[in-house]
């Protein structure tokens, strides 16, 4: 009993150097360089955003934001190291729409149940493009190609089970044509193989190819858009507007791992809303022909929920090799 005595103020002074070190241990977050993984190939979308956030984060916050591509497995390579990692709040991922489609194709057993999110930045929607001197000068004709001779037009995508993938699943769905898919880590290396015509035609979002359409080496025959999109895409027809309802888009926000403290949660949060409400970040994405799409943290988890729950149903209807 003497010796329990003697132990409880010690168990108790412990207990408030607990308490006060955890407020000072928040307070200090940052304390060195966090790391953002993206998890796609340089200098596409989800690249450009990423660098542009980390450049605008400069006012914000006292530390660098360190990006690291980490590209495969359609986003399952990079955004399944930042669920691997400690919950401290020094990585980071981009989250990217593949995380509600590749777990419903059996790639991952990873979910959007298994990030904290910070905030949703942007939303862009599918376009078809071809190479200028391509003979598919219409949707049209590519689709009539497509119909005549199932599997002649090669379409190049940002990886098996990408949301670029789906978009051209889905268009075989709702127009009855067979296409060639070929696959890539990424955007940008599916591009690059439009314009080398290693493939005829890919699905990939305005801002990877918003620099060939302007130098006129790309020409865009269909958005997968609500409505049309402002210049270079202005006059590029949507398949609502043909007839066809079809809307098929990409989104792109940043997580953390599970249990990351809330404090944490709280501080990166904070600094997600003020880079979305930047000027300099919003003008950079419009630049790169982005479309800014903030959603605050509990936003973006309802809006991440409804879209695994929407693609898990299409893609019980669609025959998609896994």
């Not at 990424?186 to 359409?213: C, K, R, Y």
């Not at 943290?297 to 929407?310: H, L, R």
Request: proline share 7%; net charge positive; hydrophobic share 45%.
């Amino acid at each position: 009993m003497k010796l329990l005595r003697k132990l409880l103020p010690v168990a108790a002074l412990f207990a408030t150097l607990a308490t006060v070190a955890a407020p000072a241990h928040a307070a200090d977050f940052p304390n060195h360089p966090i790391e953002m993984i993206v998890p796609s190939s340089a200098g596409g979308g989800t690249d450009v955003m990423a660098r542009l956030y980390a450049e605008t984060a400069k006012k914000y916050i006292s530390q660098p934001i360190v990006v690291s591509n980490k590209p495969g497995a359609s986003g399952a390579i990079g955004m399944g190291e930042v669920q691997r990692a400690p919950a401290d709040g020094y990585k980071v991922a981009v989250l990217i729409s593949e995380l509600a489609i590749i777990p419903h194709l059996g790639m991952t057993k990873m979910t959007v149940a298994d990030f904290i999110p910070l905030g949703r930045l942007n939303g862009d929607p599918g376009l078809i493009a071809v190479r200028t001197e391509s003979p598919y000068k219409t949707i049209e004709d590519l689709l009539e190609q497509s119909k005549k001779q199932p599997g002649s037009v090669s379409m190049g995508n940002a990886g098996t089970g990408s949301i670029w993938h789906l978009a051209a699943a889905a268009v075989e769905d709702k127009t009855g044509v067979k296409f060639n898919h070929v696959p890539y880590q990424g955007a940008a290396p599916s591009v690059a193989a439009l314009v080398g015509g290693h493939v005829d035609a890919i699905t990939v979002s305005p801002a990877e190819i918003g620099q060939f359409v302007i130098a006129g080496k790309v020409r865009v025959l269909v958005s997968m858009a609500d409505r049309r999109l402002a210049a270079p895409y202005d006059k590029v027809e949507t398949f609502k507007e043909k007839g066809t309802d079809l809307v098929v888009g990409t989104w792109r926000g940043l997580g953390v791992p599970l249990n990351t403290p809330p404090e944490t949660v709280q501080a990166l949060r904070e600094i997600t809303r003020k880079v979305a409400e930047d000027p300099m970040f919003k003008d950079g994405l419009t630049r790169g022909n982005l479309l800014p799409a903030y959603l605050d943290g509990e936003q973006f988890q309802a809006f991440m929920n409804s879209q695994s729950a929407y693609f898990k149903k299409l893609l019980a209807g669609l025959n998609l090799q896994k």
